[in-house]
């Protein structure tokens, strides 16, 4: 029998703490949240190895809840804040969604894949959590008729930032995404909307898995 409490401890202190998280309120985000609650039923016992959980269906596109030091990392590149609105695009079964709820004001758990999306609404509702809504619809459009977001965060890399999610973020929003092609040596950007414009730095390099929708479109070469 697993002794997911000890086992969540463990995670935040030799998962967490030790890829330079220290921001206190994302460090007990991680704490509070279960994440076996997340997992699959027969992966259950495996919910706090430092790996990314399969979760998808079999023979759907494959989807992973992110391991968790680079979600904690990135979420700690947002900076939320408790008045924000936040926006998180790829949330599968709702892992991601549930931390930033202890974070900001509100989330936004956008999904592509509607049987994630049931599972994640059952998860949350599971917890108590109340401020965060389950989305289906295409992830590259992120969701206008909700925005402006403050924060904007892409559970997993990506080619390109579409122009529809930069025009999502209200000022002195950011947006969060690990940019690089099929999730390889790819890096941690944060862009930040100030003064009207949109600029971009990257914060740190990171491997994940590829977030589907957001393939660089394929050009003509001579």
Do not use: W
């Amino acid at each position: 029998m697993v002794d997911f409490a000890k086992a969540r401890t463990t995670m935040v202190d030799c998962q967490i703490r030790t890829v330079d998280v220290t921001e206190y309120d994302v460090l007990d985000a991680f704490s509070a949240v279960p994440r076996e609650v997340f997992a699959p039923d027969h992966l259950k016992p495996l919910a706090y190895i430092d790996e990314d959980i399969l979760v998808s269906a079999p023979g759907a596109t494959p989807r992973y809840v992110m391991e968790p030091g680079p979600l904690a990392k990135l979420v700690q590149l947002a900076e939320v804040g408790p008045t924000d609105r936040v926006l998180d695009i790829g949330s599968t079964t709702g892992y991601s969604a549930a931390i930033l709820s202890h974070l900001a004001a509100s989330v936004v758990a956008l999904e592509s894949d509607e049987g994630l999306a049931a599972a994640a609404r059952e998860n949350l509702a599971s917890l108590g959590v109340s401020n965060v809504e389950v989305v289906v619809g295409p992830m590259e459009a992120g969701l206008a008729g909700k925005a402006p977001f403050d924060v904007i965060l892409l559970e997993g890399a990506i080619e390109v930032l579409p122009q529809a999610l930069i025009d999502q973020i209200g000022e002195g929003g950011r947006i969060i995404a690990v940019v690089g092609a099929n999730g390889l040596a790819a890096k941690a950007t944060i862009y930040t909307r100030s003064g009207g414009s949109v600029s971009g730095r990257p914060a740190f390099n990171t491997s994940v898995r590829t977030l589907p929708g957001f393939a660089r479109p394929k050009a003509f070469v001579f």
